[in-house]
Nanobody, 120 residues
């Protein structure tokens, strides 16, 4: 089991910025990918951004150029810097981590989610 802890989130005015973080702990041998998804009320969870072990990143079109995904040197904490926030970015944001433990078992875990609210 690989617990994920997601502090951060909060309320911000349109045009403002927030930084989310997510830290994975436990018996982690390697991390293959770290992602951020979000889910607004009445909608399905959608992909926001992802970063692979080699450093390649990918963004959903509506956030490209405004959001930046990164990770720490240990590769166990992922960040999402969100700039120029819009009311439509309001959602619960979830981090996801995929990798393997020291027993070479694969894992894929989700964080508990953190609320981001952007006021107009």
């Amino acid at each position: 089991q690989v617990p994920l802890v997601e502090p951060g989130g909060g309320l911000v005015q349109a045009g403002g910025s927030l930084r989310l973080s997510c830290t994975a702990s436990g018996s982690i041998f390697s991390v293959d990918a770290m992602t951020w998804y979000r889910q607004a009320p009445g909608t399905q969870r959608e992909f926001v951004a992802g970063i692979l072990s080699g450093g390649d990143t990918k963004y959903e079109d509506s956030v490209a150029g405004r959001f930046t995904i990164s990770r720490d040197s240990a590769g166990k904490t992922v960040f999402l810097q969100m700039n120029s926030l819009k009311p439509e970015d309001t959602a619960v944001y979830y981090c996801g981590v995929r990798g393997s433990d020291y027993a070479k078992r694969s894992f894929a875990e989700w964080g508990q989610g953190t609320q981001v609210t952007v006021s107009s």
